[in-house]
């Protein structure tokens, strides 16, 4: 069974950072490619960050500059690094293996006050 678990989030002011965790079993982590989503009240969940099993990573536009996706294959945890981070980001933070669309962890709450 794949699980997925976020940890990280929290309130943080206008500006601030956060690094968000997501750890991941009953997959051979390091062959899959992995993804962060958020999803804010009234919105569609959209996709934030990616790295690929080899390392790539690619990001939002939305986001290019101040967030940071990364991987720690021995862990079999996904990190999310967000700097300057801006009200309108406030949701609930999601990852996801790419191959494996329908496994959501219970995601994890950023809430960034001005």
């Known amino acids: 069974q794949v699980q997925l678990v976020e940890s990280g989030g929290g309130l943080v002011q206008a500006g601030g950072s956060l690094r968000l965790s997501c750890a991941a079993s009953?997959?051979?982590?390091?062959?899959?490619?992995m993804d962060w989503y958020r999803q804010a009240p009234g919105k569609q969940r959209e996709l934030v960050a990616g790295?690929?099993?080899?390392?790539?990573?690619n990001y939002a536009n939305s986001v290019k500059g101040r967030f940071t996706i990364s991987r720690d294959n021995g862990k079999s945890t996904v990190y999310l690094q967000m700097n300057s981070l801006k009200p309108e980001e406030t949701a609930v933070y999601y990852c996801?293996?790419?191959?494996?669309?329908?496994?959501w962890g219970q995601g994890t709450q950023v809430t960034v006050s001005s």
């Open positions: 996801r293996v790419r191959s494996l669309p329908d496994y």
């Open positions: 009953g997959i051979i982590f390091s062959a899959y490619a």
């Open positions: 790295i690929t099993a080899g390392g790539s990573t």
